[in-house]
C-alpha cells in the first residue's frame, strides 16, 4: 500500500460482525429420526418429514436442544425459558419444503461474549454474542456433476445447526480471527461440533462496514460468504474494508448488497442477488409449540458445563505453576488438556508431565497424523516411565526409547525396560569395565583429557552411553572418569 | 392499503407463481375487494392482546436422539420427476447465483 | 337411507354373518351407481377396486383375533388429502396428479387396523380451498339429496359418500367449517374434533393452525365410532394432545337433563334465513322438553372470524404450499432455467382459488404488511378463543347454532370468492379458537338439509356427543323432513 493508501485506511475503521453456524453432533437430525451421519449415498437418509413430502410434520430431537443450551450457556448467553419456532421461507431446490424451520424473534438465547485477548493496558477484549438460535441445515446443490442440471443431496436437510450471532463488536480482521478461534476452541471443548470450516460443520458469513474513526454511527454494511477458512475470513474482511474505503474516499456511498469471497482471486464480488433484498416472511411455526425449557433444567445444564477454556488456562497456571506458554500449548486441545491432567496427577511432577506432553506425545501425535484419543500410551503408563527417570532406574535416553516402544506396542515401561534391558546401570565394576573399554578405544582422546581438554569427557562418556545402550548412568560415569583421569 | 400491479407482481414472485400479466392484473381488484373486507380487522383494539401461537401450557414435546429412520413404503424415486444416481435433478443453477433465492 | 351403521356392519362381520367382502361389495356396488355416467355425482376420485377387495378377503384371518377390531368390515371413504398407500393423494390438485404417497398418515393406518376398508378416495375443493367442492381439478362433486347443488366443501366428496349410502362412515377435514358445513348440506353428520385430539400426520397440510381431520357418519354414533378409532396422541405430531380417549360412544343413551345449552346471539342475527332459524329453534325446543336448560349468551367477537380466518388461514397455507415446486414429486413442468420450471408448475399445477390464496397469504406476511394483517389477526384470534372460554367458564356446557347461513346452493352459484367465504361463518370461530364442533341434520328446507351445530370446550367430545345423540333420537325422523 502507498503512504496515501495507508493514510485513507487510517481514516477509517472497520467494524465488523460475524455470523457462525455451527452443525451439532447429534446422531439423528433436528426434526426426523433420520441418520445425521455424514457421507451416505444421496438421499440415503432421508424419510417423508425431510423430504418435506405432503402431510409430514416436524418433531425435535432432545440432545439438539441439550446441545444448543450447553452453547449457549458456554457464551455466556441468557437462555431463554421460553423460545418459538419460526418459519424462513424461500425457494430453493435443496429447501424441500420452501421454508427452513429457525428462531426469529424468540430465540433460545440472547446477551453474551466471548474474551478473545486483553489489551495493551491488560483489560481483557470482550466480542458480544447477540443471540443463539437454532435452526435445520438445507440439503446439498452440486452444480457440476451432470451437464446442464444442478444434482440435489438432502441427506444434509434437517441436520441441527445453531446460529451464533456476534455484535458489530470487532475492529479488525485480527480480531474476527481471534474471535473465530476461541469460539471454535469454546464449542470443541464442550463436544457439541466438529467445528470444522473445512468439512462444512462451521460455517462463516460476515458483516463489514466503515466508519470515520471517531465516530459512533455505523456505516452501511454489506454482507460477505464464501470463506472456506479463519485466514480466509481474515483476507476477505480486509479485501471488502478496502474496496469500502476506496468507494468512500472518492466520495461514494456503500450499497447494502452481498459479496462472495473468490479465494482465488483474492477479490470480492457482489452476488447476482435477485429483486430487490430477500422478505423472508417470518411467522411463527404453527407445526411447533413454544419450546419451554425449565429454570431447573437450565441451571442443570449450566452445573454440567465441562471446565471451559479460559478458567481451564487459569486453573493450569495457578493449580501446575505452568507458565503461559505451556498452559497455551497443553489447553489447545481439550483431551490433550485432559491427557496432561492425568500424567500430572499420576506422576506428581506438573512440570516434568509438561515436559513430555508437549514434547513427545504431541511431536508423536503430529508426525503419526494420529488423535489422542487413539493413543496408545495411557496416561499411568507415561506416569510410570517418568516415575522410573525422575528415581534413576532409566536414563533420560533410554526413556526416550521406551517411549518409542510404548507407542508402537502399548506395553508398560517397566515391562520394555526389563525386556530390552534399557533398565539403568550404575554398577560401579560394570562402569569401570565399559570405561575401560572405551578408554582403549579412544586413546588419543583419553590423552587430551589427561591432558586438561575437559570437553572431551562429553566424548568418553557419550561411548560409554551408546556401548550401554543409554543404560549407563551419567552421573555416576562422570565420577568414574574424573577420578580415572584426574581431572 | 389497496394493493397494485406492483404489488401483486412482486408477491407473484416471491410465491413462484408465474402470473400471466393479465391474471396479474384480474388479482388486482380480487385481492382489493377481499382485502376491503378486512377493514373490520383494523378498528379493533388488541393493544396487550397475546398473539394465539402454540397449543397447550406444556409446551413442545421432544423425542430421543435415536433412529429408526421413518420407512417409505416405496423408494423416493417411484414419485420424483427426475432422479439420477440417487440424486434429484433440476435445471442447472448458475454458481454465482446467491445461495438463495428471495 | 337404509344403509348400514357401523355398528350394524361391524357386528355382523364379526359374528360371520356377513364377510368383509361382502360389505365391500355393496359398498362398491352403490358406488359405481352413483359415479357412472353424464348425471355422477362424482363422489370419488380414486378407487381401485380390486386392491380394496384384496384388504376385505384379507380381513378373514382378523376374525380370530380376541379384538377384531372396532370398524372390522366397515367400508369406509377417505378424503384426497390424506396420504393412503394404495391409492393417489392429489388434494383435488393437477400439481399432485398421479402422486402414491410412500407414507401412510396416521389416522388412514387407524382405519385399518381397526378393520376398515378404504373404498376410495373422495372428491374436495383443491388443498381443501373453498366451501363447495367446484374447485376440484377432477371436476365437481354433486350433492346427493340434490344433484344440480353444491355438496357443500371442501370434503363434499367425503360428505357425498356417506349421504349417498356408500359408506356410513368417512374422513374429511376441516379448517373453517370444510366437514360440518358439507356434513349440513347434505343432511348428515360431521364432526371437528378439538384441535390436536387428531393426528394431522399425514393430513396436506392447508393450515396448520386450524387444520384437522374430520368424521362424517351416517349417524352420530357412527361419528362416535369413527373418531374412537381415529383420536389419540401421535408422536409423529407435535400438536397432537396427550389426552387418553374417552369412549365417545357412552352418550349414546345419556339423558340431557341439567344439560346447560347456550344460544350466542350473534350466530342468530336478524339476517339469518327465517327457514333456518325455524329449524333451529325446533330443535331448542326439543332440547328444551328433554330437560336441557337453554339460555342466550354472546360471543362478541364473532364478527371477526372471516377477516381473521382469510388472514391466518391463506398466510399458512402459502408456506405449507411452497413445497410444490416439482422437485421432488408431483407434477414438473419446464420454462426457462429452475426459475421457469417453478412458474410454468405452480402455474399449471395450481388452480385460481388456491393461486388467489397463495398471493393473499404471501401479501399478509410480507414485509410491512405482516404487523398490521398476520399479527393483529393472531391477537384478534386470542380474543375469539377468549370468547368460548369465557362462557364455557360460565357454566354453560354446550353451544348451539345453524351450521351454515344456507342450505345447499346450485352449482355455478356463487362467483365471488368473499361470497364464498361467508359460508363460513359459523364455523370458522370453532376452528381459530380450536373447540370441539359438529353438526347434525335438524330439518329441511324446500326438501333441503338444514343442520344444527354443538360446540363445546376443548376435549369436551363427550358431552358434545351426548348432546347430539339426544337430539337425534328425539327429532327422529323429522331431520330429514
Known amino acids: 500500500m502507498t503512504a496515501a493508501a495507508t493514510a485513507a485506511r487510517d481514516r477509517w475503521e472497520m467494524v465488523v460482525g460475524l455470523e457462525v453456524h455451527v452443525q451439532l453432533k447429534t446422531r439423528t437430525k433436528a426434526f426426523c429420526p433420520c441418520s445425521a451421519e455424514y457421507g451416505a449415498p444421496p438421499n440415503a437418509n432421508t424419510c417423508p418429514v425431510c423430504l418435506a413430502l405432503p402431510g409430514a410434520l416436524p418433531v425435535l430431537n432432545e440432545h439438539a436442544v441439550a446441545l444448543a443450551t450447553r452453547a449457549a450457556l458456554a457464551l455466556q448467553c441468557a437462555v431463554q425459558p421460553v423460545s418459538v419456532f419460526a418459519r424462513k421461507n424461500y425457494f430453493y431446490p435443496d429447501l424441500p419444503k420452501g421454508y427452513q424451520i429457525s428462531q426469529f424473534d424468540k430465540p ?44 440435489i443431496d438432502l441427506n444434509r436437510s434437517g441436520v441441527p445447526l445453531i446460529e451464533i450471532v456476534s455484535e458489530p463488536d470487532m475492529r479488525s480482521a485480527e480480531q474476527a480471527g481471534a474471535y473465530l478461534r476461541v469460539l471454535k476452541q469454546i464449542l470443541e471443548y464442550i463436544d457439541v461440533s466438529d467445528v470444522n470450516m473445512e468439512e462444512g460443520s462451521l460455517r462463516v458469513d460476515a458483516n463489514v462496514s466503515a466508519r470515520r474513526r471517531g465516530e459512533s454511527a455505523l456505516g452501511t454494511k454489506t454482507e460477505v460468504k464464501n470463506m472456506n477458512s479463519f485466514s480466509g475470513v481474515e483476507r476477505a474482511l ?176 517397566a515391562q520394555i525396560a526389563e525386556r530390552e534391558g534399557l533398565v539403568k546401570v550404575d554398577d560401579d565394576a560394570q562402569l569401570a569395565a565399559w570405561l575401560d573399554e572405551v578408554i582403549a578405544e579412544h586413546p588419543d582422546e583419553a590423552e587430551r583429557l589427561r591432558n586438561g581438554e575437559k570437553k572431551l569427557q562429553g566424548v568418553l562418556i557419550g561411548a560409554v552411553m551408546k556401548k550401554s545402550k543409554g543404560r549407563a548412568d551419567p552421573r555416576k560415569l562422570t565420577q568414574l572418569l574424573s577420578a580415572r583421569l584426574g581431572s | ?83 439420477r444416481d440417487g440424486f434429484f435433478l433440476v435445471p442447472r443453477l448458475s454458481t454465482h447465483e446467491s445461495s438463495e433465492e428471495s | 337411507m337404509t344403509a348400514p351403521s357401523c355398528a350394524d356392519l361391524r357386528a355382523d362381520v364379526a359374528a360371520g354373518r356377513a364377510t368383509a367382502a361382502e360389505t365391500l361389495s355393496a359398498a362398491i356396488r ?222 349414546a343413551g345419556a339423558d340431557v337433563k341439567g344439560l346447560v345449552v347456550g344460544l350466542p346471539t350473534e350466530y342468530f342475527p336478524a339476517s339469518l334465513d327465517p327457514a333456518i332459524r325455524a329449524r333451529c329453534d325446533a330443535a331448542i325446543d326439543r332440547l328444551r322438553s328433554l330437560g336441557a336448560t337453554v339460555k342466550e349468551v354472546s360471543l362478541p367477537h364473532t364478527s371477526l372470524a372471516i377477516p381473521v380466518y382469510y388472514i391466518v388461514a391463506p398466510a399458512e397455507a402459502s408456506s405449507n404450499l411452497a413445497r410444490f415446486d416439482g422437485v421432488r414429486y408431483g407434477l414438473r413442468l419446464t ?43 393472531q391477537q384478534a384470534r386470542t380474543l375469539i378463543a377468549g370468547d368460548f372460554r369465557r362462557v364455557f367458564d360460565s357454566g354453560v356446557h354446550v353451544l348451539f347454532t345453524p351450521t351454515a347461513p344456507s342450505t345447499a346452493f346450485p352449482i355455478g352459484a356463487i362467483s365471488d370468492p368473499y361470497e364464498m367465504y361467508l359460508s363460513d361463518i359459523f364455523t370458522a370461530t370453532a376452528n381459530l379458537a380450536g373447540v370441539p364442533a359438529m353438526s347434525l341434520p335438524i330439518g329441511r328446507v324446500g326438501g333441503l338439509p338444514v343442520g344444527g351445530q354443538f360446540l363445546a370446550s376443548h376435549f369436551d367430545e363427550p358431552r358434545m356427543f351426548a348432546a347430539a345423540y339426544a337430539l337425534e333420537r328425539a327429532l327422529g325422523g323429522e331431520a330429514h323432513a
Open chain 1, 238 to 413: 480486509e479485501v471488502e474494508f478496502a474496496r469500502q474505503v476506496a468507494v468512500l474516499e472518492a466520495g461514494g456511498t456503500i450499497e447494502q448488497q452481498t459479496m462472495l469471497w473468490d479465494g482465488n482471486a483474492g477479490e470480492v464480488r457482489p452476488a447476482r442477488s435477485k429483486e430487490g433484498s430477500h422478505d423472508y416472511r417470518y411467522f411463527p411455526e404453527p407445526d411447533l409449540p413454544p419450546l419451554i425449557l425449565a429454570a431447573d433444567w437450565i441451571e442443570q445444564a449450566r452445573h454440567d458445563l465441562p471446565e471451559l477454556p479460559a478458567a481451564r488456562r487459569a486453573r493450569f497456571a495457578s493449580e501446575y505453576h505452568l507458565g503461559e506458554y505451556d498452559v497455551e500449548v497443553l489447553t489447545a486441545d481439550a483431551h490433550v488438556a485432559d491427557y496432561y491432567e492425568s500424567v500430572a496427577r499420576a506422576h506428581g511432577e506438573p512440570k516434568a508431565a509438561a515436559n513430555w506432553v508437549m514434547g513427545e506425545v504431541l511431536a508423536t501425535l503430529k508426525s503419526s497424523g494420529q488423535d489422542i484419543a487413539r493413543f496408545r500410551v495411557r496416561p499411568a503408563d507415561l506416569a510410570a516411565l517418568l516415575g522410573l527417570v525422575r528415581d534413576g532406574v532409566v536414563s533420560h535416553t533410554a526413556a526416550k526409547q521406551i517411549f518409542s516402544r510404548m507407542v508402537a506396542t502399548g506395553d508398560p515401561p
Open chain 2, 1 to 83: 392499503m389497496a394493493v397494485t400491479i406492483d404489488d401483486v407482481r412482486h408477491i407473484a414472485t416471491l410465491a413462484r407463481l408465474g402470473l400471466t400479466e393479465d391474471r396479474a392484473a384480474a388479482l388486482v381488484a380480487e385481492l382489493n375487494t377481499i382485502l376491503e373486507h378486512m377493514d373490520e380487522l383494523a378498528k379493533v383494539d388488541t393493544a396487550g392482546v397475546a398473539e394465539a401461537i402454540g397449543v397447550g401450557a406444556e409446551g413442545l414435546p421432544v423425542r430421543k436422539d435415536a433412529g429408526p429412520p421413518i420407512p417409505l413404503a416405496r423408494s423416493i424415486d417411484a414419485v420424483a420427476p427426475s432422479v
Open chain 3, 335 to 377: 420454462g426457462d432455467g429452475l426459475r421457469g420450471m417453478y412458474d410454468a408448475t405452480r402455474s399449471g399445477g395450481f388452480g385460481p382459488e388456491v393461486t388467489r390464496r397463495i398471493l393473499l397469504g404471501t401479501y399478509v406476511l410480507s414485509a410491512g404488511y405482516y404487523d398490521a394483517y398476520y399479527r393483529k389477526a
Open chain 1, 108 to 151: 433460545l438465547a440472547l446477551g453474551g461474549w466471548v474474551e478473545i485477548g486483553r489489551r495493551a493496558e491488560g483489560d481483557p477484549i470482550r466480542i458480544g454474542v447477540t443471540r443463539v438460535h437454532m435452526e435445520e441445515d438445507a440439503g446439498k446443490s452440486v452444480h457440476d456433476r451432470f451437464p446442464g442440471a444442478t444434482a
Open chain 3, 30 to 251: 352403490r358406488a359405481r351407481e352413483v359415479d357412472t355416467g353424464a348425471d355422477r355425482l362424482n363422489v370419488f376420485v380414486w378407487r381401485d377396486d380390486a386392491d380394496a377387495r384384496a384388504q376385505a378377503e384379507a380381513l378373514a384371518d382378523r376374525l380370530a383375533d380376541t379384538t377384531p377390531g372396532p370398524l372390522l368390515g366397515v367400508p369406509v371413504a377417505v378424503k384426497d388429502n390424506i396420504a393412503t398407500l394404495a391409492l393417489p393423494t392429489t388434494c383435488g390438485s393437477r400439481i399432485l396428479e398421479g402422486y402414491v404417497s410412500p407414507y401412510e398418515a396416521t389416522v388412514a393406518r387407524r382405519l385399518r387396523d381397526a378393520g376398515a376398508v378404504i373404498v376410495g378416495k373422495t372428491n374436495m375443493d383443491e388443498f381443501a380451498m373453498g366451501s363447495s367442492t367446484e374447485h376440484s381439478a377432477y371436476g365437481p362433486t354433486r350433492n346427493p339429496v340434490a344433484p344440480d347443488r353444491v355438496p357443500g366443501g371442501s370434503s363434499g366428496g367425503s360428505a357425498a359418500a356417506v349421504a349417498a349410502g356408500i359408506v356410513p362412515l368417512a374422513l374429511g377435514s376441516e379448517t373453517g367449517g370444510s366437514v360440518r358445513q358439507p356434513a349440513a348440506f347434505c343432511g348428515i353428520v360431521g364432526v371437528k374434533p378439538t384441535y390436536g385430539r387428531v393426528s394431522r400426520y399425514g393430513l396436506v397440510a392447508f393450515a396448520s393452525s386450524l387444520d384437522q381431520v374430520g368424521v362424517f357418519g351416517r349417524t352420530v354414533d357412527d361419528a362416535a365410532r369413527g373418531l374412537g378409532v381415529v383420536a389419540g396422541h401421535d408422536p409423529r405430531d407435535s400438536t397432537s394432545a396427550q389426552i387418553p380417549v374417552p369412549d365417545y360412544t357412552a352418550a
